[in-house]
């Protein structure tokens, strides 16, 4: 179920950065790290907490977006593999 869901997981974060809602980005992306470590996906995992922490140092909107392009790979590629 986790996997089926990220898809939609990115697609919220994507449309906070859209509406420059970096607070939103922030909550939910340490939302999906701890969910990713919950059902054991480190990868996405480090990804979310580096892209939480990033919301949390105040970088720009710019690497903001470019970190959540990097987790939305990975979702992509863990539900791929997932479904295979």
């Known amino acids: ?15 906070a950065i859209e509406e420059q809602d970096i607070a939103e980005v922030g909550r939910l992306a340490h ?3 701890g969910a990713a470590g ?7 995992t480090d990804a979310a ?3 939480d ?3 949390k140092a105040g970088e720009e909107l710019e690497i903001v977006a470019q970190q959540a392009a990097a987790l939305g790979d990975l979702c992509g590629r863990a539900r791929a593999t997932a479904t295979a």
């Open 49 to 51: 907490k580096l892209l």
């Open 1 to 15: 179920m986790f996997v089926e869901e990220l898809p939609e997981r990115i697609a919220v974060i994507e449309k």
């Open 38 to 44: 919950s059902y054991g996906f480190p990868t996405i």
């Open 31 to 33: 939302q999906l790290k």
């Open 53 to 55: 922490a990033s919301v």
